[in-house]
């Protein structure tokens, strides 16, 4: 089975950074996804890291050590349409996702 | 398609009757998954089909719940004899092999 925590909230500021993190304890391991989920809507797909290191696009970077079953999601210069629920998703070996709870993200002005 | 699509968008049905959902994937995804998503939680993982392989039914949470896919086309989510518990957003997503999964809109199923 899996079992991925990440926090339940965070707020930041407009502009500011904001590191979501993400623990994983799997049975396999066959990449980490980020989700972007606002209120009412079908997650919209982020980042994948697959290999240990940084995966920069745009605004957003995930960084994955598979030694250590951790990942962050980066989020920079902040916007208030950033506002949203983050989700951390584990493949296993057969491409079945697990995903996290979700971190409620609020970007305040 | 441009994306995945998914109907209807919402349902509501009284307790004990049978729903369909229905899903189509982006054109060209092998693999196509159905998820739940209670009010306030995550996504639960339902089922799972690649290719012609032997779906993955392992996440459904009872013998009520079924999944048909054709080939690699649509796919319908069957709910029998519904249960308040069921009312929830069933997201179904679709992918290329190991890539990244996209996912449809949604149905949001109500059970009175």
């Known amino acids: 089975g899996q079992n991925i925590d990440q926090p339940t909230e965070m707020t930041a500021t407009e502009g500011a950074i904001v590191q979501i993190n993400c623990t994983y304890q799997?049975?396999?391991?066959?990449?980490l996804f980020w989700y972007q989920q606002h209120a009412g809507e079908a997650p919209t797909f982020l980042s994948y890291?697959?290999?240990?290191g940084l995966e920069e696009k745009g605004r957003f970077s995930s960084f994955l050590s598979r030694s250590k079953g951790y990942s962050y999601l980066l989020l920079k210069e902040l916007q208030m349409k950033d506002s949203a629920s983050y989700l951390c998703?584990?493949?296993?070996?057969?491409?079945?996702?697990?995903f996290g709870a979700g971190t409620t993200v609020t970007v305040r002005a | 398609g441009a994306g995945v699509s998914q109907s209807p968008s919402n349902k509501v049905t009284e307790k004990g009757k049978d729903v369909e959902l229905r899903c189509d994937p982006i054109?060209?995804?092998?693999?196509l998954y159905w998820y739940r998503q209670r009010l306030g939680q995550g996504l639960e993982f339902l089922i799972y089909?690649?290719?012609?392989?032997?779906?993955?039914k392992s996440g459904l949470p009872s013998d009520r719940f079924s999944a048909e896919r054709t080939g690699e086309s649509v796919s319908t989510l069957t709910i029998q004899r519904t249960q308040q518990e069921d009312s929830a957003v069933y997201l179904c997503?679709?992918?290329?092999?190991?890539?990244?999964?996209?996912f449809g809109p949604g149905t949001r199923l109500l059970v009175l």
């Open positions: 054109s060209g995804h092998t693999a």
């Open positions: 997503a679709s992918s290329f092999r190991a890539g990244p999964q996209y």
């Open positions: 998703a584990v493949r296993d070996n057969d491409y079945k996702l697990s």
């Open positions: 089909f690649q290719g012609n392989s032997a779906p993955d």
């Open positions: 799997t049975s396999g391991f066959n990449g």
């Open positions: 890291n697959v290999l240990d």
